[in-house]
């Protein structure tokens, strides 16, 4: 099992992360924070403080594994793209430090922390306030929805046997109950979403 965990909820305006640590086989947190991205006016300098405050975090921790929650399909494309970007360069700091990572499903970080895939963000903070003892209510639920993701990856490794459906890290032979869709079914099904 993974010592550290560097959970991450990708944003480019707010970008959530939590680290935990796995000592007697239970979860401790290490930090608990948001990376706060509104200020910086041009995007690609978002990118790119992602990238470099992604690498300080892990140099500064030391995480053995990275889970990240996954893109979902929302109205609005170029928010789709811009939050996939934001994932993937957080992604590419773990890979450039040799660090696995594994992907989740908004419903089933959702599922793994409260028993219930539709919950809201502030149901999830409050499950894991009581769960992990944190004394002060986070600024931001982002850092709640990062320190959820850390939380499901920890469930995993604790119990392999577990399954949780919606893993999607590189390589998993695990399925799907509900397989993502490719780009193309997304712009059949969305045509008046996607710009030409």
């Known amino acids: 099992m993974a010592k550290i965990i560097l959970g991450i909820d990708p944003g480019t305006r707010i970008l959530g992360y939590s680290v935990i640590e796995i000592i007697d086989d239970k979860p401790h947190i290490l930090v608990l924070d948001v990376l706060y991205l509104r200020q910086i006016a041009d995007f690609n300098l978002r990118i790119r403080k992602i990238f470099d405050s992604t690498l300080r975090i892990i140099d500064s921790f030391r995480p053995d594994h990275l ?3 996954a893109p979902f399909f929302g109205k609005n494309v170029q928010s789709m793209l811009k939050l996939g ?15 696995p990572f594994s992907e989740y499903e908004p419903s089933t970080i959702k599922q793994t922390v409260t028993g219930n895939g539709q919950a809201g963000k ?9 769960m992990m003892h944190f004394p002060d209510e986070p600024r931001y639920l982002d850092a709640t929805d990062a320190l959820a993701v850390a939380y499901t990856c920890f469930a995993e490794l604790a119990n392999p046997l577990a399954n949780l459906h919606h893993h999607l890290s590189p390589g998993s032979n695990k399925k799907s109950k509900s ?4 780009w193309s079914e997304f712009v059949n099904i969305n045509p008046d979403l996607v710009e030409n």
């Open 179 to 182: 397989p993502r869709k490719s």
């Open 85 to 99: 970007r934001a994932q993937g360069v957080a992604i590419a700091a773990a890979m450039s430090r040799d660090i």
């Open 67 to 69: 889970a990240i929650e």
């Open 122 to 130: 502030e149901q999830v903070a409050l499950m894991l306030r009581s």
